[in-house]
């Protein structure tokens, strides 16, 4: 299927484009597109593992600033705009190069639906665990990266019954806000995450009504709205209301699964460890999507149960259950490196696989030879 996206954001076509044109210019014509978009990827993971190893357990920002050097708050700001930036370009790259593939397309938003998740578990850091005083609760953080995940499902839950992707608000002004947020922690330190703004509001508490707002008033009409439009000029890809919600099935156990456990862990596993439970959330979820952008792709129908709920299921149940007992926390670390193996060698899989089959290379324009 032709790959069509419809962007209506004013930062975004009167701001960020402008600038996206003139750094384009810059980019060698022998650079493959895929490149771009796996560096901007990279350069997320390589941040967000130099803020774990200084704040595993998100406390540094709160119970004890300075934990975290002020250089490792420029670098966040400095690769969360590469990043933004390669994934702005990778699409105008492919275009110059003519060399626009089903495959990259899968790429970018493969690896935009991971990192999503990516991004706000680095934001975390910024503004810290609750210590009482200040800080975001881990259940915040929870609530917060959920809803973020649903945004991203929504737009190509809407893709995969319309076959426009329009490229949500919430994206442009949530890098934007980012890398502020960053530059600010790094001019100011991370004090001012812990003093009230505006009438007794925090920063944060402004930043997820903020999120919350615009989630629930604008992206998700937008996307019903989109959806009705389609309905009524008779362009839907699904006749049936069935095949329409079918992609919403998997994300919602998925999701009510996660929260079952949070809710009834024995041990408060999302308080004893976040970072790796939401880290699990966060490629769960990517690995559920990515199922979603390849039937949107291919025009074929989702499953109705994604595999990775039967495990879930199982670990949640042992959870809960009291099964797991004083073990929960160590079966919770060896799923999670499970998991997100099986996400990296499916995501490897689908891009060789897809890279023979179009008979093209991932990172490289050169044309394969033909066996």
């Not at 680095?122 to 995940?149: A, E, P, Q, W």
Request: aromatic letters at 16%; one cysteine or more.
């Amino acid at each position: 299927s032709q790959y069509s996206a419809v962007d209506t954001n004013p930062l975004s076509v009167y701001i960020m484009q402008p600038i996206w044109n003139k750094i384009i210019k810059i980019v060698p014509l022998w650079i493959a597109p895929n490149l771009l978009t796996f560096s901007g990827f990279v350069l997320i993971l390589f941040n967000y593992f130099l803020i774990s190893f200084y704040d595993w357990d998100y406390t540094a920002s709160g119970t004890s600033p300075g934990l975290v050097p002020t250089w490792v708050w420029l670098f966040s700001a400095f690769t969360t705009f590469c990043a933004y930036a390669l994934d702005s370009i990778d699409g105008k790259h492919a275009r110059r190069t003519q060399s626009s593939t089903p495959l990259g397309e899968l790429f970018d938003h493969g690896l935009d639906s991971w990192a999503t998740s990516i991004f706000v578990l680095s934001f975390f850091s910024v503004c810290s665990r609750d210590n009482g005083k200040t800080g975001v609760s881990v259940y915040t953080m929870y609530i917060y990266l959920s809803i973020v995940l649903f945004n991203f499902m929504c737009s190509h839950w809407e893709k995969y019954n319309t076959g426009v992707l329009f490229l949500p608000w919430g994206y442009d002004i949530s890098q934007v806000v980012l890398i502020a947020a960053y530059l600010l922690t790094s001019v100011v330190g991370v004090e001012v995450w812990q003093k009230p703004l505006l009438l007794g509001y925090y920063i944060t508490d402004i930043l997820v009504i903020l999120l919350i707002g615009f989630s629930l008033f604008l992206s998700f009409p937008q996307t019903l709205y989109n959806i009705h439009r389609a309905h009524l000029k008779k362009t839907l890809k699904n006749d049936s209301l069935y095949e329409g919600l079918l992609p919403l099935v998997s994300p919602l156990l998925l999701f009510i699964l996660l929260t079952v456990w949070v809710v009834l862990s024995p041990s408060n596993i999302l308080a004893k460890q976040p970072r790796l439970f939401l880290w699990m959330v966060g490629v769960g979820f990517s690995n559920v999507i990515c199922k979603v952008i390849i039937c949107q792709m291919s025009s074929t129908r989702p499953e109705l149960f994604h595999w990775f709920l039967f495990p879930l299921a199982l670990v949640v149940y042992a959870a809960i259950s009291g099964l797991l007992g004083w073990m929960e926390e160590a079966v919770l670390v060896v799923f999670t490196a499970l998991v997100t193996a099986a996400h990296v060698h499916y995501g490897v899989c689908v891009g060789r696989q897809l890279s023979e089959h179009l008979n093209i290379y991932i990172f490289s324009l050169k044309k394969r030879v033909q066996e």
